[in-house]
């Protein structure tokens, strides 16, 4: 191993026993899953040394506006969805594809959605260096789910918004779940929903966070006075 791997392993060594196990992430498959895809592979080359930072990543100069999650927010979502491997997943807003693909290596097939066609383009390639292929990408709106390749067992906002979308539930299968930030800033809660036999969706608050907005997110209806 040369010395700039050497070091590159330390950074993530450290990201995991310093950011991301302190953050109540201690589900082993998932903390080595961390190890194995890396992280670096998926940030523009202007951003790499920000890449095991606990921050959002920026994406510039690929979107000016996006960012990745943090890499414990990454973590402690992936471990609290409690994937099994057979899962068909949507996920609305693909970013880098470094959450795709940590969806991908804990299920059978991930749906990725993502509205901007240069933040597409740029998960494909980090994907396809990455070896991921039980992804299918789409460009396009999702921020009401995408019924087109309904249904799924799992979906992930990686935006937040005010309140979840109306009649989500008729895209999961029986027993499915959707993980959404829900709320406005400055408190918002990551909460984890799981569908019931009545055609319901159950809510299962995990942690506070703060994630910026989906684009075209769906909001709580004003009050009128």
Avoid: C
Avoid at 62 to 90: C, H, I, N
Avoid at 101 to 125: G, N, T
Wanted: proline share 6%.
């Amino acid at each position: 191993m040369t010395k700039a791997m050497h070091e590159l392993e330390q950074l993530r060594f450290n990201m995991v026993e310093q950011q991301i196990r302190t953050w109540n992430v201690l589900d082993t498959e998932v903390l080595d899953l961390l190890h194995r895809i890396r992280r670096e592979d998926f940030v523009p080359p202007a951003q790499r040394a920000l890449a095991f930072v606990d921050m959002e990543t920026p994406l510039a100069p690929v979107s000016a506006r996006e960012r990745m999650w943090s890499p414990k927010l990454e973590a402690r979502v992936l471990q609290d969805l409690r994937l099994t491997g057979r899962e068909r997943v949507l996920e609305v807003g693909t970013g880098s594809g470094y959450l795709t693909a940590l969806l991908a290596a804990r299920s059978a097939h991930v749906v990725s959605v993502e509205i901007d066609p240069a933040l597409s383009a740029f998960a494909a390639e980090n994907l396809a260096r990455a070896g991921t292929r039980n992804v299918e990408q789409a460009t396009g709106d999702a921020a009401r789910g995408y019924s087109a390749a309904a249904p799924f067992d799992v979906i992930v906002f990686t935006g937040s918004m005010e309140v979840l979308p109306k009649d989500l539930s008729a895209q999961l299968s029986p027993g499915g779940r959707v993980f959404a930030v829900l709320g406005r800033p400055p408190i918002m809660t990551a909460t984890l929903f799981h569908s019931t036999a009545e055609g319901g969706l159950r809510a299962e608050p995990l942690f506070e966070t703060l994630v910026a907005p989906l684009v075209n997110a769906e909001r709580a209806p004003a009050f009128v006075f």
